[in-house]
């Protein structure tokens, strides 16, 4: 199988775009749609019969499946609707047992939505929340560490930091992390939104306290598809966010059944596993990493601008500065990219790190350098035209 323009067609997306924001919501391959239909169809033949006994099995197989995958213990492992959801459940859970003068860590790199979470689970308890400032542009590793090092206190309750981030699209060095914080006895809650599909996790041996991940990003799952790890001696703690009428039962009944909704995307991880397997893994890692690297130096040139991370530190997204070191301001950010969309049919996110602006691209299988140089011809033009 070719990748590139050459299996773009087995996803939706439309011809006339060129999409290059995989990372904000992922794109469903059509085969796995199909097999959510098939799940939806299923249920409405016979409601009840689904929901009391199709589902349930279905369920159980599907979270083995991940759990093999994500290297985790099948009972360890609960879905969730995504990882908003997850974080929701593990900070809203612990919430109660903060209070005035605890300090809740996290990072300048955090996502809007987790650091919005922490904000109430601080305006709620009286905790604080601490931000790391991780510097970007960035060259090491060593500088994420020691950003969230100093920050450590007698006070620290808890650590919340990414696996791969949003805004930066850079890679945390979790286990040199997790071990820092482990040997000072405070939990790390590892926001792993963009981590499922694009690197090898293996959870029970991880050594974090709560892992959560997105399977409809890397994974190729529909919208909806999410899980949340918990170490064996938390489980007892965390609730999901929605009581229903498990509350009590065990960890896993209780995430499973959170009222009646539609829970075909949970249904369909399995057949996203089965593509990304299909496609082979390695495969699919091996065209991602060299286009990214040609796609990374194109964009700069055009942009006349400098790396802001070591190719080390980057997977399948790369956050671009732009010309100017631009503030960040929502007028700005939605300017840009609404040119680049409406001008141009180019699918491409401008984002915020450490209060300046950024564009970040995505690169995936069904993409080519030919995407990347599009966005390359067009961004000289909009930049001397300029942007607000
Ligand atoms: C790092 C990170 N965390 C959390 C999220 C939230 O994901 P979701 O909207 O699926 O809950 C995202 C989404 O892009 C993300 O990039």
Redesign the pocket.
Known sequence: MTFGSAIRSQWLLEKDITFLNH???GACPKKVLEVQRGFQEQMEREPVRFMKREFPAELAKNIAKLSNLVGARPEHLVLV???????NAVLRSLMPSFEQGDELLTTSH??G??GKTLKYVSDCSGATVVQADVPFPINNAEQIIEALRVKITPKTRLALF?H???PSGIVFPIKELIAIFKEKGIPVII?G??APGLVDLDLENLGADYYTG?C??WLFAP?GA?FLWVAPENRSKIHPTVISQDYEASFQEEFAWTGTRDFTPWLSIGAAIDFLNEIGIERSRNYIKPLLIDARKIITQAMNVEYAAPIEMLETMVAFPLPGNPKASLKYIDTLHDIIFDEYNIEVPILQVNGHCYLRISVNIYNELSDYQKLADVLPIIFKNGVL
Do not use: L, Q
């Open positions: 990372g904000s919501f609707e995504n990882a908003t959801m997850g974080i955090v996502y939505a987790v990414d791969i981030t949003s926001d939104a963009h997105n409809h990003k919208k999410a």
